[in-house]
């Protein structure tokens, strides 16, 4: 799977998300300081059947603890269907966490403005 980095210097994946059998392609910022699988904005989420399952209360950056909603949806990363676990977020921005590439291989070229997963 390849990706880019945008003119912020934010690597840049491309995120498949399903809902009711239907597939939508979003991009994502690969965050490196997030730990988790996948946030995503809430005004995405609530057009979508995804199970919602509780809370979860994070540290921001900033110190500053947050606390959103979390569900179990169906997304596809690298051409594969991934059931996980999907953070829901305020911003406009979908994030992929640390924890989606735990069984790959992240190459982030700054330089060439190239990006690069694969397999581990």
Do not use: C
């Not at 491309?14 to 239907?22: L, R, S, T, Y």
């Not at 690969?30 to 946030?39: Q, Y």
């Not at 991934?82 to 921005?93: A, F, Q």
């Amino acid at each position: 799977m390849k990706g880019y980095i945008n003119s912020n210097f934010e690597p840049v994946i491309k995120i498949g998300i399903i809902n009711d059998g239907k597939l939508f392609k979003f991009d994502a910022i690969i965050d490196t300081g997030f730990n988790g699988f996948i946030s995503i904005p809430h005004k995405i989420i609530e057009n979508t059947s995804w199970q919602f399952i509780g809370y979860e209360a994070y540290e921001l950056a900033s110190g500053e603890i947050i606390k959103d909603k979390v569900y179990l949806g169906d997304i596809i990363l690298a051409g594969k269907r991934k059931y996980t676990y999907i953070l829901s977020n305020k911003t406009d921005d979908i994030l992929a966490g640390t924890k989606l590439f735990a069984d790959k291989v992240l190459s982030i070229n700054f330089k060439t403005k190239k990006l690069e997963i694969i397999e581990a």
